[in-house]
């Protein structure tokens, strides 16, 4: 497994939020949970002091050139200038952006951070995530891009935009999984005092006012499957347990998770196995029959599928020691 060195790049007037969340997930040195952490370091257009939203001052040791020495760079939300006003993206971003990605960098935009992306060309023909308030504008801007105002975030291997906010923070976990595993970055967020793992692809439009006693029992009943994920579990049979028929619960499921009861539960299942081949010794086929993935081919198939490689690769990659003590 391997951190890598991540550079995030400042320019005056960023929105305070996403900046801290990059700082908080990539920042502290973390050894306890990966050895070596991530070496993070801040680059901005004016190191000696950059102010973000609502006057902070941020000091930096580098400067944006130092982007393109980084294997990861990240681009958090540009400065409301920059997306309601048509103020330009400042040139001296967009040629880093381009100097990095073209030295081999990962490229990462949180939020808004796409318009930067997108500025400097890296998105040309790409499929993108921005805050659904601002998709408009990026596609009018920007129209080689395809922009996805309904996802959480967009993963496309060496370039990856999210969503505001809260689903920013969904990326960086989602960057930590990739890099070292389903475990530390649980572990991760769990310190965090967030959910573990949202992926990618449920919506923006997450509506949780559940009006309705019935909607009441769709948190009890996810904790439950929590912990049946080695059961037959069915629609029905999940229906049943909330006191829905089938039609309702699936869609009363989809618009309180962006997803449906089954794709719900095979991320449920593959986040299990992840944990259990990082964690313990199981042989491959009890990972498969412990996390309800079935035999040691259905297991394989899914992880092939779904995660690229094969479970006996993921293992090898990301298997942590247990501490002394711990349980299985």
Not at 120 to 138: E, M, N, Q, V
Request: include cysteine; proline fraction near 5%.
């Amino acid at each position: 497994m391997s951190a890598g060195s991540v550079a995030l790049a400042l320019v005056d007037d960023m929105p305070l939020f996403e900046v801290a969340i990059a700082c908080e997930v990539f920042g502290p040195e973390r050894t306890d949970l990966a050895e070596p952490w991530y070496d993070f370091r801040l680059c901005a257009e004016n190191p000696a002091g950059t102010r973000s939203e609502f006057g902070f001052l941020q000091h930096a040791r580098h400067g944006l050139d130092a982007l393109a020495a980084a294997e990861t760079v990240i681009v958090p939300a540009l400065p409301y200038a920059c997306v309601q006003s048509g103020r330009p993206v400042p040139r001296a971003l967009v040629e880093a952006l381009r100097e990095a990605r073209a030295a081999g960098a990962r490229i990462i935009s949180l939020c808004t951070g796409a318009f930067a992306l997108a500025a400097a060309g890296l998105l040309d023909g790409r499929r993108a995530a921005t805050h659904w308030l601002y998709a408009g504008t990026l596609s009018l801007l920007h129209p080689d891009v395809r922009v996805d105002a309904s996802v959480l975030y967009v993963d496309d291997g060496d370039v990856l935009t999210s969503a505001g906010r809260g689903a920013a923070l969904d990326l960086c976990l989602h960057v930590v999984r990739k890099d070292l595993g389903a475990e530390v970055s649980n572990q991760v967020a769990r310190r965090m005092v967030m959910p573990a793992h949202r992926a990618g692809g449920q919506s923006q439009y997450v509506d949780l006012s559940m009006p309705d006693t019935d909607d009441d029992s769709l948190g009890p009943l996810l904790q439950w499957v929590g912990a049946h994920l080695d059961q037959p579990l069915t629609v029905d049979v999940l229906a049943r347990r909330a006191g829905m028929s089938s039609r309702t619960f699936a869609r009363r499921f989809h618009a309180a998770t962006g997803a449906t009861p089954l794709q719900w539960l095979l991320n449920q299942r593959l986040i299990r196995a992840r944990q259990l081949l990082e964690t313990t010794d199981l042989p491959i086929d009890l990972v498969g029959e412990h996390s309800g993935l079935g035999s040691a081919a259905n297991l394989r198939r899914h992880f092939s599928l779904h995660i690229g490689v094969t479970p006996t690769g993921y293992r090898r990659a990301f298997r942590r020691d247990r501490p002394a003590g711990s349980e299985p």
